[in-house]
C-alpha cells in the first residue's frame, strides 16, 4: 500500500507559504500551518490528530512556528515514518519581499524594530539548512498569483481536479437560476404542456421523453450541450472553479428543461463523470396562464387565443 505524500512548506517569510497551503487544501490535501515542530511526529502518525484519513498532508512552518529549528527540522523530516517526505522551500528576492512587507504595512517577525531588509538577511542565513535540503524550491520573485498556482498544480495537485458538476432545470416564469454558470433556454422545443395527456406528467415520465425528443432540433441541440460542456469542465478546473452549474430553462420548469436535464446528467456520467441533478420546479402545479406567458412557445399562445 503506497504511503501518504508528506510536504513541509518552508522558506521566506512573505515569499508566498499561505498561498500554497491554500492551494493544496483546495486540491484535498491536509493542510495545517505554523504547526509547532514538537507536535509534527504526533500529527503525522497520531490517531488522535488525523484518525484514519490518509489524505497527501502539508505543513507549513516557518521562523514564526513555535520551536522552529531548521536543522532539527530536517532531521525530523527524514525520519517520519509511514509517510513520503518532501520538503518544498519558498525563496524570494530581498527587494521584492521588501516590496510586499511596505505594501502590506507588515513587519517582518524577525525584525520588529528594525528595517525588513535586516530580518529578511536574518531569515536567509537562518533557513540555509532547509534549502539545501529542499526537494523543490520555487522562486516566487517574478510570479503572479495564478501562475505560482499553476506551478503548483503542475507539482503538487491530484489527477483530477475538475469542478463538481451539478445539472439543473427550471422555469423561467418562476425566475431565472441564480446559481447556473452555464444557462440553456429549452422554449424553443415543442411544449408537452399542450398536450392534455402530458400535461400533469414531468420531463422525468417517458412519455413526456419521447414527446421532446421527436423534435428534429433536441438531439442536436443536446449533442452540442454536451460537447460544449465536456470541453469546458477541465477548463474551469484549471481556472480553479470547485463547483460548476449547468441549468436548464423551460417556461414552467416541469418538461422540455427536465427532460434536458435528466438527459444530459445520464450523457456525462456515460462519460465518466459524477453528476448531481437538481431540479427546482419540478413539483409546481401544471399552470396554463404561466404556460401563456411570453417566450413559452406559439404552441401554448395559440391554444390560449383560439
Not at 67 to 79: H, M, T
Not at 137 to 151: G, Q
Not at 237 to 251: D, E, I, N
Request: proline fraction near 6%; charge should be negative.
Amino acid at each position: 500500500m503506497a504511503t501518504p505524500r508528506f510536504l513541509l512548506v518552508t522558506g521566506m517569510s512573505g515569499a508566498g507559504k499561505s498561498s500554497v497551503l491554500d492551494a493544496l487544501e483546495d486540491w484535498g490535501w491536509d493542510v495545517v500551518d505554523n504547526l509547532p515542530l514538537g507536535l509534527l511526529k504526533r500529527y503525522v502518525s497520531g490517531t488522535d490528530f488525523r484518525g484514519d484519513d490518509i489524505s497527501p498532508m502539508a505543513v507549513g512552518m516557518d521562523v514564526r512556528s513555535r520551536g522552529f529549528n531548521p536543522d532539527k527540522l530536517v532531521g525530523k523530516i527524514a525520519s517520519l515514518a509511514g509517510v513520503t517526505p518532501e520538503i518544498l522551500y519558498l525563496d524570494c528576492a530581498g527587494t521584492e519581499l521588501i516590496r510586499r512587507y511596505d505594501e502590506t504595512r507588515r513587519r517582518h517577525p524577525m525584525a520588529q524594530d528594525r528595517p525588513a531588509e535586516d530580518g529578511i538577511a536574518l531569515e536567509r542565513t537562518l533557513t540555509a539548512p532547509l534549502r539545501q535540503a529542499a526537494d523543490q524550491i520555487i522562486d516566487t520573485t517574478d510570479m503572479k498569483p495564478a501562475e505560482l498556482r499553476d506551478e503548483l498544480k503542475r507539482r503538487y495537485a491530484s489527477a483530477n481536479t475538475d469542478p463538481v458538476v451539478t445539472i439543473g432545470s427550471f422555469g423561467f416564469a418562476r425566475g431565472a437560476s441564480r446559481t447556473a454558470d452555464l444557462m440553456f433556454d429549452m422554449r424553443f422545443i415543442d411544449n408537452p404542456h399542450w398536450v392534455e395527456e402530458l400535461r400533469p406528467l414531468t420531463g422525468l415520465d417517458a412519455p413526456v421523453q419521447a414527446h421532446v425528443s421527436k423534435d428534429p432540433a433536441w438531439s442536436q441541440t443536446l449533442d452540442r450541450i454536451e460537447e460544449l460542456v465536456l470541453d469546458l469542465i477541465p477548463r474551469y478546473g484549471a481556472a480553479g472553479k470547485h463547483y460548476l452549474t449547468v441549468a436548464f430553462g423551460c417556461t414552467g420548469g416541469r418538461h422540455r428543461s427536465v427532460a434536458a436535464a435528466a438527459e444530459m446528467a445520464e450523457r456525462l456520467q456515460k462519460s465518466g463523470l459524477t453528476v448531481n441533478v437538481r431540479h427546482r420546479d419540478l413539483k409546481s402545479a401544471p399552470s396554463d396562464s404561466i404556460e401563456s406567458m411570453p417566450g413559452a412557445g406559439m404552441d401554448g399562445l395559440t391554444d390560449n387565443i383560439l
